[in-house]
């Protein structure tokens, strides 16, 4: 429960109230500005206030209110009617914020020494690397942004606004302090109000409260003593809540920042949010790094200095290797495959807050999710009937509409044909505070299914023939809801007063002393109530939601009529996403509010509960300890009964186990658990904006099956990004090796400097960048997440690296010895050295594909970025080679066809060398697999 102090909060206003009225007597130009600042109050101040008191320090007019210029005015004081999603950073801060990651600052210090040294190549290259790797992330990040503020829907576009004595429709962000606003049912509030007319008005607060009952408003001051115990207010109207049924206006008394969601926001923005695994890979990565530089230059220097060489040159190549080893492109390469992901994600309807979020679900292993609106459709729909006289009826068709029927032994009825399955509807759509127009449902779901059903029956105009006086909304404590009803002047009719009740069967059943039986009334027996309950649960095991009827002449003489069973379908494609979760080793808990039965059926019904799995309720949430819950927390597949209190306890007994936890949320408070979570996803179309703050991605649509897609995407990009870590390294490691053994050997340098540049831009160029954005596997999302604590370098991929390195080093130090047989360093010498190892690189970047399939069954072709890469380096060699200019600067000459053809087969070799290792890891692991007991765990 999210409670909001906010004492400190009203002791300014107050203060600032009394400054007002000290000032009344000075310039009109003074008094206006500090009247105008006033001109809003926090909750507190206006529910101790009568509304119209309120109205007078606002200096409005409820019937007319406010003048156009006023508003005006007022606009400009406070502001736009706009909740910003966090407070807006200048640009240049957000571009240095870029250069805070430890990569970063690695080679801004190698570029620093670079130029001390004198290797101005090298610094430029360098320097140019970062200026990339910030750039795009810096560009990706704000459009990342910028996404996420079209996305907010919280504000709704327009409200019913009184000006100049007219009401209009207009945009809800031009609302100001003093406004008057009309709300009507199905309508968003559109800023913090104080109510003064309030006709049956409820309004749905959950986000707030996490109560599921719609909170009933009235306009009676509050008692000061009482408000700072209470977190919302009878009287105010609250922004981004939704009234549920009745009408009402009030005058705004907050907008934007100023309303309550306000202080909300605050209490977010000091939580801390977790590092991703891609932060701490590639943290873990740039220590790895620096330290195995600072050896190299270790030992390059001790080893000049038992040669007698120079100690400034031997220091020389010692910086010269340390930088080579640092590969510039990965942090380009990183950014560009999340950034693709990102994009890939916004057209499967998410959007993802930071670029690392998206991989962070490739290592989620367990998901909890809530059930309504996304694992099912949030589209409820009465499909079964029993009245108390023991007809059962079905019911088809689904949606808010009146397409289907209500059968019953197979013959469709409608009308009065069946007397007990009419008194049913009558009461359903009776006591209903829910409207339907034009196939949407302005009102709580259960409600629109109850009405829809009347449709079907062709009894939706029932409500029309009562007097609606009084009401007692349904509320968690009493579970149920009646309405005091007058029945219109009929021909020959009195003044008939009824009751209609509905809400949970044990609790109207016990409320009744009689029951409808063939149209005449009887004693309600205790074995009469076991007949009930025992068909109810039998709903309640088919994944049904039970909602008992009665009506009577007054609360004490209520006759039980019967219950219909509600059923919240599944989304399309939840069940096989599941399935695939499952298969994948991601383990599900489902969090609902629903009873332990409906719970447990439905779950059944989507494959989340296996036999052997267990039930926890909230209860029992609260009850136990973190330690004890993450004890038995493995063998829980649905809490029932679960409010968004206990969302956080949970994520919290998750992590204690070593689980990466992904937690789904709408409330406001589900914020904290949202940010608690490794990665928190909110929802785009019910989510507030407090828990789309607190997410690192939101679903547009709501639906589970996008999480599916992010989960693909996520292992997709790390496998990516593995694989240019692969041919990053293995290039680095093989130039380096190539420099160092020439100098062990005292052969001389078999690259110039430019040679080693153009070798450089070749390893962070094109190629490498290509292989970031290979096309996502499909047997990707068949893996298991990866384990957060796995290294970036894993032995299978230093494996890989060696090989390929040890073979680029044993050619190009072949070819080098070949050519120099005359012991005469040449042009062609270098050139024929310099080309074998371009191509080479190309021949692993090849191999680098795919670290486990062969490139024959990922197909050549897959990846155009990558032909075109490859294409364009070659063209590039080739320009170096024959371009006379070029010629002279990197000290080549031209070669013959048949040098070229021998270079092509020679360096050929990395890459069927990789294919036959391939081909017998393959045989390999299916053997293994076969081999391999079942022993995952089904929960």
Same mark, same amino acid.
């Given at each position: 429960?999210?409670?909001?102090?906010?004492?400190?909060?009203?002791?300014?206003?107050?203060?600032?109230?009394?400054?007002?009225?000290?000032?009344?007597?000075?310039?009109?130009?003074?008094?206006?500005?500090?009247?105008?600042?006033?001109?809003?109050?926090?909750?507190?101040?206006?529910?101790?206030?009568?509304?119209?008191?309120?109205?007078?320090?606002?200096?409005?007019?409820?019937?007319?209110?406010?003048?156009?210029?006023?508003?005006?005015?007022?606009?400009?004081?406070?502001?736009?009617?706009?909740?910003?999603?966090?407070?807006?950073?200048?640009?240049?801060?957000?571009?240095?914020?870029?250069?805070?990651?430890?990569?970063?600052?690695?080679?801004?210090?190698?570029?620093?020494?670079?130029?001390?040294?004198?290797?101005?190549?090298?610094?430029?290259?360098?320097?140019?690397?970062?200026?990339?790797?910030?750039?795009?992330?810096?560009?990706?990040?704000?459009?990342?942004?910028?996404?996420?503020?079209?996305?907010?829907?919280?504000?709704?576009?327009?409200?019913?606004?009184?000006?100049?004595?007219?009401?209009?429709?207009?945009?809800?962000?031009?609302?100001?302090?003093?406004?008057?606003?009309?709300?009507?049912?199905?309508?968003?509030?559109?800023?913090?109000?104080?109510?003064?007319?309030?006709?049956?008005?409820?309004?749905?607060?959950?986000?707030?409260?996490?109560?599921?009952?719609?909170?009933?408003?009235?306009?009676?001051?509050?008692?000061?003593?009482?408000?700072?115990?209470?977190?919302?207010?009878?009287?105010?109207?609250?922004?981004?809540?939704?009234?549920?049924?009745?009408?009402?206006?009030?005058?705004?008394?907050?907008?934007?920042?100023?309303?309550?969601?306000?202080?909300?926001?605050?209490?977010?923005?000091?939580?801390?949010?977790?590092?991703?695994?891609?932060?701490?890979?590639? $943290?873990?990565?740039?220590?790895?790094?620096?330290?195995?530089?600072?050896?190299?230059?270790?030992?390059?220097?001790?080893?000049?200095?038992?040669?007698?060489?120079?100690?400034?040159?031997?220091?020389?190549?010692?910086?010269?290797?340390?930088?080579?080893?640092?590969?510039?492109?990965?942090?380009?390469?990183?950014?560009?495959?999340?950034?693709?992901?990102?994009?890939?994600?916004?057209?499967?309807?998410?959007?993802?807050?930071?670029?690392?979020?998206?991989?962070?679900?490739?290592?989620?292993?367990?998901?909890?999710?809530?059930?309504?609106?996304?694992?099912?459709?949030?589209?409820?729909?009465?499909?079964?009937?029993?009245?108390?006289?023991?007809?059962?009826?079905?019911?088809?068709?689904?949606?808010?509409?009146?397409?289907?029927?209500?059968?019953?032994?197979?013959?469709?009825?409608?009308?009065?044909?069946?007397?007990?399955?009419?008194?049913?509807?009558?009461?359903?759509?009776?006591?209903?505070?829910?409207?339907?127009?034009?196939?949407?449902?302005?009102?709580?779901?259960?409600?629109?299914?109850?009405?829809?059903?009347?449709?079907?029956?062709?009894?939706?105009?029932?409500?029309?023939?009562?007097?609606?006086?009084?009401?007692?909304?349904?509320?968690?404590?009493?579970?149920?809801?009646?309405?005091?009803?007058?029945?219109?002047?009929?021909?020959?009719?009195?003044?008939?007063?009824?009751?209609?009740?509905?809400?949970?069967?044990?609790?109207?059943?016990?409320?009744?002393?009689?029951?409808?039986?063939?149209?005449?009334?009887?004693?309600?027996?205790?074995?009469?109530?076991?007949?009930?309950?025992?068909?109810?649960?039998?709903?309640?095991?088919? $994944?049904?939601?039970?909602?008992?009827?009665?009506?009577?002449?007054?609360?004490?003489?209520?006759?039980?009529?019967?219950?219909?069973?509600?059923?919240?379908?599944?989304?399309?494609?939840?069940?096989?996403?599941?399935?695939?979760?499952?298969?994948?080793?991601?383990?599900?808990?489902?969090?609902?509010?629903?009873?332990?039965?409906?719970?447990?059926?439905?779950?059944?019904?989507?494959?989340?509960?296996?036999?052997?799995?267990?039930?926890?309720?909230?209860?029992?949430?609260?009850?136990?300890?973190?330690?004890?819950?993450?004890?038995?927390?493995?063998?829980?597949?649905?809490?029932?009964?679960?409010?968004?209190?206990?969302?956080?306890?949970?994520?919290?007994?998750?992590?204690?186990?070593?689980?990466?936890?992904?937690?789904?949320?709408?409330?406001?408070?589900?914020?904290?658990?949202?940010?608690?979570?490794?990665?928190?996803?909110?929802?785009?179309?019910?989510?507030?904006?407090?828990?789309?703050?607190?997410?690192?991605?939101?679903?547009?649509?709501?639906?589970?099956?996008?999480?599916?897609?992010?989960?693909?995407?996520?292992?997709?990009?790390?496998?990516?990004?593995?694989?240019?870590?692969?041919?990053?390294?293995?290039?680095?490691?093989?130039?380096?090796?190539?420099?160092?053994?020439?100098?062990?050997?005292?052969?001389?340098?078999?690259?110039?400097?430019?040679?080693?540049?153009?070798?450089?831009?070749?390893?962070?160029?094109?190629?490498?960048?290509?292989?970031?954005?290979?096309?996502?596997?499909?047997?990707?999302?068949?893996?298991?997440?990866?384990?957060?604590?796995?290294?970036?370098?894993?032995?299978?991929?230093?494996?890989?690296?060696?090989?390929?390195?040890?073979?680029?080093?044993?050619?190009?130090?072949?070819?080098?010895?070949?050519?120099?047989?005359?012991?005469?360093?040449?042009?062609?010498?270098?050139?024929?050295?310099?080309?074998?190892?371009?191509?080479?690189?190309?021949?692993?970047?090849?191999?680098?594909?795919?670290?486990?399939?062969?490139?024959?069954?990922?197909?050549?072709?897959?990846?155009?970025?990558?032909?075109?890469?490859?294409?364009?380096?070659?063209?590039?060699?080739?320009?170096?080679?024959?371009?006379?200019?070029?010629?002279?600067?990197?000290?080549?000459?031209?070669?013959?066809?048949?040098?070229?053809?021998?270079?092509?087969?020679?360096?050929?070799?990395?890459?069927?060398?990789?294919?036959?290792?391939?081909?017998?890891?393959?045989?390999?692991?299916?053997?293994?697999?076969?081999?391999?007991?079942?022993?995952?765990?089904?929960?």
């Amino acid at each position: 429960m999210v409670s909001v102090d906010n004492s400190h909060t009203v002791d300014l206003h107050l203060r600032q109230s009394h400054t007002v009225d000290k000032s009344e007597n000075q310039s009109s130009d003074n008094g206006e500005t500090q009247v105008s600042k006033m001109q809003f109050f926090t909750a507190l101040k206006a529910a101790t206030l009568t509304s119209d008191e309120a109205i007078e320090r606002l200096q409005a007019s409820p019937h007319e209110g406010l003048a156009t210029q006023e508003a005006e005015r007022r606009l400009k004081v406070h502001g736009h009617n706009e909740f910003e999603i966090a407070k807006e950073e200048p640009l240049w801060k957000k571009y240095l914020d870029q250069f805070k990651d430890p990569l970063i600052m690695l080679l801004l210090a190698s570029a620093v020494v670079s130029i001390v040294m004198g290797q101005f190549d090298d610094a430029i290259s360098i320097t140019a690397a970062i200026t990339i790797v910030v750039t795009v992330a810096f560009v990706q990040e704000y459009r990342s942004e910028k996404s996420l503020e079209k996305l907010s829907k919280l504000v709704p576009p327009t409200c019913h606004c009184v000006r100049d004595g007219k009401l209009f429709d207009f945009l809800a962000r031009n609302l100001v302090p003093g406004d008057t606003v009309h709300l009507n049912v199905g309508d968003r509030v559109p800023a913090d109000m104080r109510l003064f007319e309030a006709t049956d008005l409820a309004i749905d607060e959950s986000s707030f409260t996490g109560e599921t009952k719609s909170s009933s408003k009235n306009i009676q001051r509050e008692d000061p003593s009482n408000g700072r115990k209470r977190a919302t207010f009878r009287n105010i109207a609250y922004m981004g809540t939704l009234v549920r049924c009745g009408h009402g206006k009030g005058v705004v008394i907050g907008t934007g920042e100023n309303s309550q969601f306000g202080d909300v926001f605050k209490m977010m923005q000091a939580e801390e949010a977790p590092k991703t695994p891609l932060q701490k890979s590639m $943290g873990q990565l740039g220590t790895q790094l620096s330290f195995y530089s600072f050896c190299i230059i270790g030992c390059i220097m001790f080893l000049g200095w038992i040669q007698n060489r120079k100690l400034l040159d031997m220091f020389t190549i010692g910086v010269s290797l340390a930088v080579a080893a640092i590969p510039e492109g990965l942090p380009i390469v990183v950014t560009v495959t999340l950034a693709l992901g990102v994009m890939r994600m916004a057209t499967r309807n998410a959007i993802v807050k930071k670029l690392p979020c998206v991989e962070t679900l490739g290592c989620v292993n367990v998901i909890c999710s809530d059930k309504t609106g996304t694992l099912t459709k949030n589209e409820m729909t009465v499909i079964s009937m029993y009245t108390s006289d023991g007809i059962r009826a079905e019911v088809t068709g689904v949606g808010y509409n009146g397409s289907g029927y209500v059968t019953v032994d197979k013959e469709v009825i409608s009308g009065y044909q069946n007397p007990s399955i009419a008194r049913i509807i009558e009461v359903g759509c009776v006591c209903n505070n829910a409207r339907i127009r034009d196939g949407l449902l302005y009102g709580q779901p259960t409600e629109g299914a109850l009405l829809a059903v009347s449709m079907k029956m062709g009894l939706d105009h029932l409500r029309g023939n009562y007097i609606h006086l009084s009401e007692q909304p349904f509320s968690s404590d009493t579970k149920w809801m009646s309405v005091h009803c007058k029945a219109k002047q009929r021909q020959g009719s009195g003044d008939e007063h009824i009751v209609f009740v509905k809400g949970a069967l044990e609790k109207i059943l016990g409320m009744c002393k009689y029951y409808n039986n063939w149209g005449t009334e009887e004693p309600l027996t205790q074995k009469q109530c076991g007949l009930y309950i025992e068909e109810a649960w039998q709903m309640g095991t088919a $994944g049904l939601r039970v909602i008992a009827m009665a009506v009577g002449r007054s609360m004490d003489s209520l006759s039980f009529t019967g219950f219909v069973g509600i059923l919240d379908p599944p989304r399309p494609g939840v069940t096989e996403s599941i399935d695939t979760l499952y298969g994948s080793q991601v383990a599900l808990k489902m969090v609902t509010g629903d009873s332990k039965e409906t719970a447990i059926a439905i779950a059944s019904r989507l494959g989340i509960y296996a036999q052997g799995s267990r039930a926890l309720s909230g209860e029992d949430v609260e009850d136990l300890d973190i330690m004890k819950l993450s004890g038995i927390i493995h063998q829980v597949s649905v809490f029932y009964r679960a409010s968004p209190r206990h969302k956080l306890k949970i994520v919290k007994a998750l992590q204690a186990n070593g689980l990466v936890v992904g937690m789904t949320g709408d409330g406001v408070n589900d914020a904290v658990a949202l940010k608690t979570a490794d990665i928190g996803i909110a929802m785009g179309k019910t989510g507030t904006d407090v828990s789309k703050e607190a997410a690192d991605m939101i679903l547009v649509n709501d639906d589970f099956v996008t999480i599916m897609a992010a989960i693909e995407e996520g292992k997709a990009i790390f496998y990516n990004i593995k694989n240019f870590v692969r041919f990053q390294l293995s290039t680095s490691i093989a130039a380096l090796s190539l420099i160092a053994l020439s100098t062990l050997l005292q052969f001389p340098n078999p690259l110039n400097a430019m040679q080693i540049l153009w070798i450089n831009i070749i390893m962070d160029g094109p190629p490498a960048q290509s292989l970031g954005v290979e096309p996502v596997d499909k047997d990707v999302i068949r893996q298991p997440p990866r384990r957060v604590k796995d290294p970036m370098i894993t032995r299978p991929l230093i494996i890989n690296v060696i090989m390929s390195a040890c073979i680029i080093v044993c050619g190009t130090l072949w070819v080098f010895w070949r050519e120099m047989q005359d012991n005469i360093i040449t042009p062609r010498d270098t050139t024929m050295t310099f080309t074998c190892f371009v191509f080479f690189d190309m021949f692993n970047a090849l191999s680098s594909r795919s670290q486990t399939k062969s490139i024959f069954s990922i197909g050549f072709f897959t990846n155009r970025m990558f032909l075109y890469a490859v294409g364009g380096s070659i063209m590039g060699q080739m320009m170096v080679i024959y371009f006379p200019p070029l010629q002279r600067v990197f000290q080549t000459e031209a070669l013959s066809i048949f040098d070229l053809i021998f270079l092509i087969m020679l360096t050929s070799s990395v890459f069927v060398v990789s294919e036959i290792k391939k081909l017998v890891q393959r045989k390999l692991d299916r053997r293994y697999a076969l081999n391999m007991p079942y022993d995952f765990e089904y929960v």
